[in-house]
């Protein structure tokens, strides 16, 4: 049939870059949200994301922060269950010459264990935070 398939216009969220606490293989809405691995978007579809954090300085290079993110991914006559999600965490951050590193934890408030989540999983990341 027609349409797009939903994994292909970037209405998916969790991960690092938008809400942290959801690896890769949480994201969301995944085929356990959507019914199916094969659906196709053929309607209007919004994402809404709202990070929050607050960064301080620990020693030297190393920095924390804590955090809040949330989002929500609705697509016109398809129900979603518990469409907005959202988690809070605490970060270390570390500023090499090359680069920054980042510890962070985030736990779920909306902890789906049906869903294959992980509850409050740790991610590592290399890059700009």
């Not at 978007?41 to 301080?56: G, P, Q, V």
């Not at 993110?69 to 469409?83: F, H, L, P, S």
Request: proline share 5%; with cysteine; aromatic share 12%.
């Amino acid at each position: 049939g027609g349409g797009v398939p939903w994994n292909n216009k970037g209405l998916i969220l969790g991960g690092e870059s938008t809400i942290r606490g959801y690896l890769p293989g949480e994201a969301f809405p995944n085929a356990y949200d959507l019914g199916t691995d094969n659906y196709k978007l053929t309607t209007e579809a919004k994402m809404y994301l709202l990070k929050t954090e607050i960064r301080f300085p620990v020693y030297g290079n190393i920095g924390g922060a804590v955090f809040y993110d949330g989002g929500a991914v609705t697509i016109q006559d398809k129900d979603i269950t518990d469409a907005y999600r959202d988690s809070a965490g605490i970060g270390v951050r570390y500023a090499t010459p090359v680069g920054a590193v980042s510890l962070e934890v985030a736990c779920k408030f909306k902890h789906l264990p049906g869903r294959g989540e992980t509850e409050c999983p740790f991610q590592f990341a290399i890059g700009t935070f």
